[in-house]
């Protein structure tokens, strides 16, 4: 007897046999889990945490009772804590029934690449948060001023164009008598918008510090900055620890909804992450998370409400209003996140729907708004946002490409890790592959030690690519099993696949294939940008773009011919197609640095038009025809040599 088991976040399942351990299931679906001791049960290395409960996306009812008892060994290594939260040792665990495990980021092997860096960008150095200097006059018995509005004249007197309304933090007002008595009446201020005493620190303080945080549906991207020079002094990413809980949006909203305690979940997973962040990066920098005065968060609409406590069920459904709109000013300590006790998170505006701040990030990193060309901008993710237009008129959608473009949903997909195969060639003639894994240098040989353990993104768009201008699959997607390759065959469910790695050239000890569900799932996913990019450019009255713009972590790695010749986005010349890597984040750091860009946000959210491509009458016919590689109508004369290439046989429309 086998049961379904899933492992997140690397998005690997598959059927395992029962009374197997997890440990031996992660082995055989190439998830990488820590185990120095080869599973001796001695090292308490591999701990995962079970997610109970029935998740809808994937069909599958997860429950503790699933696995086999408690061990000695478990009771011995796990804290109380730990036993409660649903953790066991991987290699003591054994599969009895249907079972969803989270491999908590500590006891993974491999670490999944999340692209941090974006683009070198001017901006005008002007913070939320600064520092002020200030000596006191001490108090007298003839001087009898509070210590609030002592400190605060000190600051009018020697700051002169500071607002005169000057507040004060409760907590940091509970601390204040001690501070400035301790220090000799000498203490450096920090203020929040020239209006709220956010912190008083003994003594001079130079530099503030701020984070900016990119929180995607799958993972988080983390930028540590001193707010007194603009230096970006560390960097950080992590899988969004929602995962677990659903690979896209939809699958949040419906836990959320199915579960009684499915937002709380959530909620305190993502603070928990954004706090481990901020411990790492202002550890690794000899500060601690108290010197952090203040965070600049940019998500999706659905991410937003989870992260501020807001249940998401009404953005799930139509109109897809959100509970607020515009930009908004949070007390870290209301959220959780623990920065300096009177710390401010600033989270952008959303536009519409589920266009959230993170594009509009994207949009006051790359300012099309400011340009007379018509630029099409596409970040690619689980959630696909994109803009079109210019200074005249910006239009902007989003659309649900779905996790197969970042390894999931594919058969032997996986994250952006070590062992994922991101590039493949086919040769047409011999229709043999080459491939090359992430974490090695060259392209795989025939000498060289297996370590291919599954595609991710770039690879499969590779893949299809490759299969399409090999003549192995047809323009509707289908398979060509007229041509005689020991690579092309059906698989154990009879339908078409075809083997990009044998077994011996891999490290999970199968052949890794790219099935005919693979490449439906891909084309799912690239019909949904295509689509959304044309109605666009149908609002807008015109029928071609003079650049592209590839935002994301997925848009920087993806090879550009590739793209088009699937079909991602439409026919434009490769040299105006550019990667710009994470424009969202990049944006999160602008408003942290710049408060003008803050303005500039809640401008460019109130400008930029939301269409709503699903409820367009021909939308349908669109995304049929956008189905086909690269399309079924629509010309691409700018790889029209690559096109006329392509064996005839395929050419076929199926």
Not at 236 to 254: A, C, H
């Amino acid at each position: 007897m086998s049961f379904h088991v899933i492992f997140q976040p690397s998005g690997r399942r598959g059927l395992i046999s029962a009374e197997k351990s997890l440990l031996e299931a992660s082995q055989e679906l190439g998830v990488d889990i820590e185990a120095p001791c080869g599973g001796a049960k001695v090292c308490g290395k591999c701990k995962v945490k079970i997610e109970e409960g029935y998740f809808e996306k994937f069909g599958l009812d997860s429950q503790m009772s699933h696995l086999s008892s408690l061990t000695e060994e478990e009771k011995r290594m796990l804290r109380p804590e730990e036993l409660g939260d649903n953790y066991r040792l991987a290699c003591c665990a054994k599969v009895q029934g249907d079972i969803l495990v989270f491999v908590p980021e500590e006891s993974r092997g491999a670490k999944q690449i999340v692209l941090e860096t974006g683009t070198d960008r001017s901006f005008q150095l002007n913070p939320a948060v600064k520092k002020y200097y200030v000596e006191l006059d001490p108090a007298t018995l003839e001087d009898h001023r509070d210590d609030f509005i002592r400190l605060r004249e000190a600051l009018k007197k020697k700051f002169t164009d500071l607002n005169d309304e000057i507040t004060i933090d409760y907590p940091v007002l509970l601390a204040l008598p001690d501070v400035i008595r301790k220090s000799g009446w000498k203490a450096t201020v920090t203020l929040w918008n020239n209006r709220e005493i956010i912190q008083v620190e003994p003594g001079v303080v130079e530099n503030a510090y701020g984070i900016a945080i990119d929180i995607g549906t799958t993972t988080l991207a983390a930028y540590l900055c001193n707010l007194a020079t603009g230096e970006v002094l560390n960097r950080d990413s992590m899988m969004n620890p929602q995962v677990r809980y659903g690979e896209d949006v939809l699958s949040r909203i419906t836990y959320a909804m199915m579960q009684e305690d499915g937002l709380d979940k959530m909620h305190r997973a993502i603070v928990e992450g954004i706090n481990t962040m901020t411990a790492r990066m202002t550890q690794a920098k000899g500060l601690s998370p108290e010197q952090v005065a203040e965070m600049v968060l940019v998500f999706n609409t659905a991410m937003h409400h989870i992260a501020l406590n807001i249940h998401p069920q009404y953005v799930g459904r139509a109109p897809f209003t959100p509970a607020l709109r515009n930009s908004a000013d949070i007390k870290a300590r209301d959220l959780g996140i623990k920065i300096a006790p009177g710390g401010n998170v600033h989270c952008l505006p959303i536009e519409a729907g589920f266009v959230g701040p993170d594009n509009v990030a994207v949009l006051i990193a790359e300012e099309p708004y400011k340009q007379d060309a018509m630029m099409l901008i596409i970040d690619i993710g689980t959630n696909g946002e994109i803009d079109f237009g210019n200074k005249e008129h910006l239009l902007s959608t989003s659309c649900a490409t779905g996790p197969a473009l970042e390894g999931a949903q594919i058969k032997f997909g996986m994250r952006a890790a070590p062992g994922a195969i991101e590039r493949i060639k086919i040769d047409p003639s011999s229709l043999e592959p080459r491939f090359k894994v992430i974490g090695e240098e060259d392209w795989y040989h025939a000498e060289q030690k297996p370590s291919a353990k599954g595609i991710c993104g770039s690879g499969i768009i590779d893949g299809v690519a490759e299969l399409f201008k090999s003549g192995i699959i047809e323009p509707s997607g289908r398979f060509n099993m007229k041509l005689s390759s020991p690579r092309i065959r059906r698989g154990a469910d009879n339908k078409p696949e075809y083997v990009l790695a044998w077994s011996q050239e891999t490290s999970l000890g199968t052949d890794i294939t790219i099935t005919q569900g693979d490449v439906r799932a891909v084309q799912l996913a690239k019909s949904a940008l295509y689509v959304g990019a044309k109605i666009l450019m149908k609002k807008r009255g015109v029928d071609h773009v003079d650049s592209i713009t590839l935002a994301g972590a997925f848009g920087s790695y993806i090879d550009k011919e590739s793209a088009l010749v699937i079909g991602m986005f439409p026919d434009c010349p490769l040299d105006k197609v550019v990667a710009v890597g994470n424009a969202a984040g990049d944006g999160a750091k602008l408003a942290l640095l710049d408060t003008g860009k803050r303005v500039e946000a809640q401008e460019a959210a109130n400008f930029v038009q939301f269409v709503e491509t699903a409820v367009e009458p021909d939308f349908q016919v669109q995304f049929a025809d956008a189905m086909y590689f690269p399309h079924a109508k629509d010309p691409f004369p700018h790889i029209q040599h690559i096109l006329d290439a392509v064996p005839k046989t395929s050419k076929k429309a199926v």
